[in-house]
């Protein structure tokens, strides 16, 4: 019974430390979902308020918001500079920059055209749905490759440390991980504990 409580502990601390499905930069498809307050506190700047529609629009046009939020973050400093009003993104059309309405309304765009133009096979600029396939067309250079990963992976980090804060207050990693050592040895010592002591059986002298 004690080896089976065991087990169960050790399990569910490693569920409570496990970091969450992270997004993929192998298919910006993927949709997970993200609580707005959390992904509120991983963006920066003017990009905070905006975390509930970059939720929004990824799962209306398939497109990970993470990877939204990131490309917006290094095309306008995280929402501080825009190339016309509300284009976060640098979009153009024929008359240079476009304008929109609102930075929301933008959003939605922006999800819509990377889904059409990028992601979807019918696509005219589709390659693949990594981040490196969208990069092919949509600027070609590496660096901006690298800018992205990295910020997504700023972004994904700062989600999953509020998560852990959810699961375990305001425990820092290095506590979470003083946590699980006291965990494994807990459980050592309810095994050791638990071990019934041999019996010693005795040949009667004749």
Not at 54 to 63: D, L, T
Not at 105 to 128: M, N, T
Request: some cysteine.
């Amino acid at each position: 019974m004690r080896k089976v409580l065991c087990k169960i502990l050790c399990v569910l601390m490693l569920a409570g430390l496990s970091i969450s499905a992270s997004a993929s930069k192998e298919d910006l498809t993927e949709y997970r979902y993200i609580p707005v307050d959390a992904f509120e506190d991983a963006l920066l700047y003017d990009l905070k308020p905006l975390a509930a529609t970059y939720i929004e629009a990824g799962r209306m046009y398939g497109v990970d918001p993470v990877f939204l939020a990131a490309k917006d973050a290094e095309e306008s400093g995280w929402g501080r500079y825009q190339a016309a009003p509300n284009n976060l993104g640098g979009w153009t059309g024929s008359d240079g920059y476009m304008s929109f309405d609102s930075p929301e309304s933008y959003i939605y765009y922006s999800a819509s055209k990377i889904a059409e133009l990028y992601l979807d096979e019918e696509g005219r600029y589709h390659c693949g749905t990594s981040l490196s396939d969208v990069n092919e067309y949509y600027n070609g250079r590496d660096v901006w490759e690298e800018h992205i990963a990295d910020i997504m992976d700023q972004i994904n980090y700062r989600i999953d440390e509020r998560a852990a804060q959810r699961r375990f207050g305001s425990l820092q990693p290095f506590q979470l991980r003083v946590c699980v050592c006291l965990c494994f040895q807990l459980c050592m010592r309810l095994r050791v504990c638990g071990r019934r002591p041999r019996r010693v059986q005795y040949q009667k002298l004749l």
